[in-house]
């Protein structure tokens, strides 16, 4: 007898990598029912083609845009939605969607990207950068009011999946730190093949170029591949938008290009063809290295986070130790990339694939 299963995800409002994981999630089980808080169609085509069952906020003015204001409503959101006719519920969150409730009959599976940041590993960050403009102060001020109660529900609502499934191995101690629950690593998958097919090169590109894809938020640290980029005297590109934009643009100077939010191909195109890609940042796991890799770009990354459980130092590229201009600076300045191999980029990508990704989830949903 099949069994009914759903898929559940805290908002699919943009695309990102984890949205990426949850589409390899109903590739892997088409016939699962999928639901989500908010749903912006318009921004996130991934699933044109599925019913997304979403939750009373989806009639909120604001939610599908600005979907950072409404957390404490998406606990209840969340807790609202009747699962009970399923028989396994897989959950993917950073925030919210492991809360949601389900009866004893229903396993539940919780795929953590990480700890809500803004509550536990990055909760000081947050505080200097809450990321909403001129609202900062009022973010500032309503976080600070409500932490106490936020990190009591949510350490409540990390109780109530039956397994626990963390993104890396950064994830799983952050888990075990913050929800006192043992969990196990499945690594997210990644799209290597579309970074394989070859494309044309970019119009009026130089010759040697550093590449950077990121969302442009502070704790990315594009600053820091804005500036090192600049010392060594290499032309940087950035793929992305965000709210530092502004700040950013300022910091930089003649030889970085911002390309704004580019499509599928575009990225390719400008990853495929770069020398080198930069991950300054510290991150749960990080995809967009894993795919510079399967387009056969060597990667310089900070070591913390997971890009230091994907990126071979000395291999597929370099690890640097500490998250400033001066240390990847140094890093760029003395990287060759006649040094790596592509076959051994491209095998390292393969380790993260989706299909690596699909035997292993099933593996875990039909185990009991």
């Given at each position: 007898?099949?069994?009914?299963?759903?898929?559940?995800?805290?908002?699919?409002?943009?695309?990102?990598?984890?949205e990426r994981v949850v589409a390899a999630m109903t590739e892997l089980y088409p016939e699962a029912d999928l639901y989500t808080s908010v749903y912006n169609s318009k921004k996130l085509r991934l699933f044109?083609?599925?019913?997304?069952?979403?939750?009373?906020?989806?009639?909120?003015?604001?939610?599908?845009?600005?979907?950072?204001?409404?957390?404490?409503?998406?606990?209840?959101?969340?807790?609202?939605?009747?699962?009970?006719?399923?028989?396994?519920?897989?959950?993917?969150?950073?925030?919210?969607?492991?809360?949601?409730?389900?009866?004893?009959?229903?396993?539940?599976?919780?795929?953590?990207?990480?700890?809500?940041?803004?509550?536990?590993?990055?909760?000081?960050?947050?505080?200097?950068?809450?990321?909403?403009?001129?609202?900062?102060?009022?973010?500032?001020?309503?976080?600070?009011?409500?932490?106490?109660?936020?990190?009591?529900?949510?350490?409540?609502?990390?109780?109530?999946?039956?397994?626990?499934?963390?993104?890396?191995?950064?994830?799983?101690?952050?888990?075990?730190?913050?929800?006192?629950?043992?969990?196990?690593?499945?690594?997210?998958?990644?799209?290597?093949?579309?970074?394989?097919?070859?494309?044309?090169?970019?119009?009026?590109?130089?010759?040697?170029?550093?590449?950077?894809?990121?969302?442009?938020?502070?704790?990315?640290?594009?600053?820091?591949?804005?500036?090192?980029?600049?010392?060594?005297?290499?032309?940087?590109?950035?793929?992305?938008?965000?709210?530092?934009?502004?700040?950013?643009?300022?910091?930089?100077?003649?030889?970085?290009?911002?390309?704004?939010?580019?499509?599928?191909?575009?990225?390719?195109?400008?990853?495929?063809?770069?020398?080198?890609?930069?991950?300054?940042g510290e991150e749960d796991f990080g995809i967009t290295p894993v795919e510079a890799m399967a387009a056969g770009v060597p990667v310089i990354a900070f070591e913390k986070g997971g890009s230091g459980e994907t990126v071979i130092d000395g291999e597929t590229g370099i690890l640097v130790h500490s998250q400033t201009a001066a240390a990847f600076a140094k890093a760029l300045s003395?990287?060759?990339?006649?040094?790596?191999?592509?076959?051994?980029?491209?095998?390292?990508?393969?380790?993260?694939?989706?299909?690596?990704?699909?035997?292993?989830?099933?593996?875990?949903?039909?185990?009991?």
């Amino acid at each position: 007898m099949s069994r009914r299963i759903a898929i559940v995800h805290d908002w699919l409002t943009n695309l990102g990598g984890a949205e990426r994981v949850v589409a390899a999630m109903t590739e892997l089980y088409p016939e699962a029912d999928l639901y989500t808080s908010v749903y912006n169609s318009k921004k996130l085509r991934l699933f044109k083609d599925r019913q997304v069952n979403t939750s009373f906020l989806q009639r909120v003015p604001l939610t599908r845009s600005k979907h950072q204001l409404f957390s404490a409503w998406r606990r209840l959101a969340f807790e609202s939605i009747d699962f009970s006719d399923y028989d396994v519920v897989i959950s993917s969150t950073t925030a919210e969607a492991k809360g949601i409730i389900t009866s004893e009959r229903t396993r539940h599976i919780s795929y953590m990207n990480t700890p809500t940041r803004y509550y536990w590993s990055h909760y000081e960050d947050y505080l200097k950068e809450p990321g909403f403009g001129a609202l900062n102060p009022l973010a500032r001020w309503q976080l600070k009011r409500t932490i106490d109660a936020s990190r009591y529900w949510d350490f409540a609502a990390a109780q109530r999946p039956d397994v626990v499934l963390a993104n890396s191995e950064t994830v799983q101690r952050r888990i075990k730190k913050y929800y006192e629950r043992d969990s196990t690593v499945l690594y997210p998958c990644v799209d290597t093949a579309r970074f394989e097919t070859a494309t044309g090169r970019p119009e009026q590109v130089p010759a040697k170029y550093a590449l950077i894809t990121s969302r442009l938020v502070s704790y990315k640290r594009v600053d820091v591949a804005i500036q090192a980029a600049q010392k060594a005297g290499w032309p940087l590109y950035i793929i992305g938008q965000g709210p530092q934009l502004k700040a950013l643009r300022q910091l930089a100077g003649p030889q970085t290009h911002f390309l704004g939010a580019l499509s599928d191909e575009e990225t390719v195109s400008y990853t495929r063809h770069a020398d080198v890609f930069l991950f300054p940042g510290e991150e749960d796991f990080g995809i967009t290295p894993v795919e510079a890799m399967a387009a056969g770009v060597p990667v310089i990354a900070f070591e913390k986070g997971g890009s230091g459980e994907t990126v071979i130092d000395g291999e597929t590229g370099i690890l640097v130790h500490s998250q400033t201009a001066a240390a990847f600076a140094k890093a760029l300045s003395s990287y060759r990339r006649q040094d790596y191999s592509i076959d051994k980029l491209q095998a390292r990508a393969a380790d993260f694939s989706q299909a690596r990704f699909a035997d292993q989830l099933k593996a875990i949903v039909e185990a009991n």
